[in-house]
């Protein structure tokens, strides 16, 4: 199994919205609607942010959301915020019952 | 609350076998809702699914890491365990342990982690 293609780096200022992509294949992201988002801070451990797609976790801030469309996830992040900065990966299921991760994509807030 | 405590042996030699435990309290890891999973993450690089255990005992493993990992778990100690054998210097990273939401398909709970350096 592959990793899931993540651009490597995305860029924005302080109050614009950008997008992540996630491309996987019909075996995993096409196949399932549950993709997860994972926000990580250098020396920190990854926080999820998204599950099933579209879901956030409870308290979370409604400026993520999640998206899918045939092969490709989506996160986005509006309004961003100095504090968005960081590593952003996605995950899916994939076969034989397995997770696969995304290669990661670095978020700076200009 | 749950939290989760990876602990382990942070250097390693080539060829040897790396052991790691991740503790669990505030939750059991005979809950039936959920796996108990391993990630990596090499230094500089992104994150890699190792395996996961089923309360059942049933596990699920990386395929490109199949024949050289193993996870178990000790319900009486609440823990549950990575062995990773042969390994190299490729597997030096921080090493992850997670609570897998297996219905909703993600990691819903991680611990800090632990750097495990393998070098000669």
């Known amino acids: 199994q592959s990793a899931l293609t993540q651009p490597a780096t995305v860029s924005g200022s302080p109050g614009q919205s950008i997008t992540i992509s996630c491309t996987g294949s019909?075996?995993?992201?096409?196949?399932?609607?549950?993709v997860s988002w994972y926000q990580q801070h250098p020396g920190k451990a990854p926080k999820v942010i998204i599950y099933?797609?579209?879901k956030r976790p409870s308290g979370l801030s409604n400026r993520f959301s999640g998206s899918k469309s045939g092969n490709t996830a989506s996160l986005t992040i509006s309004g961003l915020q100095a504090e968005d900065e960081g590593d952003y990966y996605c995950?899916?299921?994939?076969?034989?019952?397995?997770?696969?991760f995304g290669g990661g994509t670095k978020l700076t807030v200009l | 609350q749950l939290h989760l405590q990876e602990s382990g042996p942070g250097l390693l030699k080539p060829s040897e076998t790396l052991s790691l435990t991740c503790s669990v309290s505030g939750d059991s890891v005979s809950n039936d809702n959920y796996y108990w999973g391993w990630i990596r993450q090499p230094p500089g690089k992104g994150l890699e699914w190792l395996g996961s255990v089923y309360f059942r005992g049933t596990t699920y493993y990386n395929p490109s890491l199949k024949s050289r990992v193993a996870i178990s778990r000790d319900t009486s100690r609440e823990q549950f365990s990575l062995k990773l054998n042969s390994v190299t210097a490729a597997d030096t990273a921080v090493y992850y342990c997670?609570?897998?939401?297996?219905?909703?398909?993600?990691?819903?709970?991680w611990g800090q982690g632990t750097l495990v350096t393998v070098s000669s």
């Open positions: 019909s075996s995993d992201v096409g196949r399932y609607n549950l």
């Open positions: 995950c899916s299921p994939g076969s034989s019952d397995s997770m696969i």
């Open positions: 099933e797609g579209t």
């Open positions: 997670a609570r897998h939401d297996g219905s909703r398909e993600h990691f819903d709970s």
